[in-house]
């Protein structure tokens, strides 16, 4: 078998990334343990999303909410807003719900195995492995993209994803390490981020290019194969942006269920093809003359905006009002935020 745990971990002792949750390999191999909480959030957070956008995120959360207890105590509108422009929300709304089972049903503390962390609320199986490795040093086989990518090289498997992933399951799990496991669980998704890049990986500094197959065959840049996804469909709505003449901004709790879901934003209508109109409240409404647009996972948005001044006295049929001085935009959904740039300069105070 191609042996590559040595290897990895001797270029990991001095190459690993310095990251928020992580404990370095020097002080690892010392005896210190990594905080439970800590990993957890990172690997909740960085699903679908890079570490550098998570960094600042991470610190937020472990300075507002330094340990889960006090996680799992705080209101949920608070955890949503704080949680705002990491995309995903249903991450958040499951973050909250891990916490609450964290603290209802193991006192407070993480369970350690996998076995155990797959239990709970929002962890699927590459996040028990990951937590279990490295916050536990439980041997557990991980398999993010950055493994996938690396497997598939290394084994110049040509099998396009996602029907490989089975087959690239198997080759994690034959080199997963009975040494130092948390230790290699991070070697292998760091040597993934960093040097066995998607477009250009960087082979001749490799601590494993002498083991890897497509690299021997010049075929690692084609790798891992993809099955060509389907073109995303495009959905349009309209967003209702309105101001009551004491400056206070017109919002609506989305709903639990559902994209965005228990975000705060503005009123908008459904997203379709052609959406009726859906205003919370009669009122002269301007359009703007650009739509925001957005990316989600299934489609593409196209955002109308429509912006309104409203009475001191209005009564909208949906949404409350929230004072200036309580409105931060950065509280909102990317998308919402978006909407909200293209409406501030109509609705901006005279
Ligand atoms: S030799 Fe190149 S393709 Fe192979 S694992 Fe290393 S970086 Fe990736």
Redesign the pocket.
């Known amino acids: 078998m191609r042996d590559i745990t040595a290897p990895l971990l001797d270029w990991y002792d001095v190459h690993a990334r310095e990251m928020p949750w992580r404990v370095m390999p020097d002080d690892r191999k010392a005896g210190v343990m990594p905080n439970p909480y800590a990993v957890w959030l990172s690997e909740v957070m960085l699903q679908q999303t890079t570490v550098a956008a998570v960094r600042q995120y991470h610190q937020k959360f472990t300075r507002i909410w330094p340990t889960v207890a006090e996680l799992a105590a705080a209101e949920d509108a608070d955890v949503m807003a704080a949680w705002a422009g990491l995309g995903y929300y249903a991450r958040a709304r499951n973050l909250l719900k891990c916490a609450r089972a964290v603290v209802a049903d193991h006192g407070g503390a993480f369970p350690q195995t996998y076995d155990d962390l797959i239990t709970l609320p929002g962890i699927g199986p590459y996040t028990a492995a990951a937590i279990s490795a490295i916050a536990f040093d439980e041997v557990s086989t991980v398999l993010d993209g950055n493994v996938e990518r690396?497997m598939a090289?290394?084994y110049d498997d040509h099998t396009p994803l996602p029907a490989a992933k089975p087959v690239l399951m198997d080759y994690a799990q034959r080199h997963t390490s009975n040494e130092r496991p948390g230790d290699y669980a991070q070697a292998v998704m760091d040597?993934g981020a960093t040097?066995?890049t998607p477009k250009s990986?960087?082979?001749g500094i490799?601590p494993?290019?002498v083991e890897?197959a497509?690299?021997a065959a010049g075929s690692?840049t084609e790798l891992p194969k993809k099955t060509p996804k389907k073109p995303k469909p495009t959905r349009h709505g309209i967003a209702y942006i309105a101001r009551r003449a004491d400056g206070a901004w017109l919002l609506e709790t989305r709903p639990d269920k559902g994209l965005l879901g228990g975000m705060l934003g503005w009123p908008t209508t459904e997203w379709g093809d052609a959406p009726d109109e859906y205003e919370p409240i009669s009122a002269d409404w301007i359009e703007s003359d650009t739509e925001a647009r957005h990316t989600f996972t299934h489609f593409n948005l196209v955002l109308r905006v429509q912006t309104a001044w409203l009475p001191q006295d209005a009564s909208p049929n949906r949404g409350q009002f929230m004072p200036e001085d309580t409105f931060s935009p950065s509280a909102l959904p990317t998308v919402m935020q978006k909407a909200y740039t293209l409406a501030a300069a109509t609705l901006r105070p005279v």
């Open positions: 690396v090289r290394l040597l040097i066995c990986p960087a082979c490799c494993i290019m890897c497509a690299r690692q």
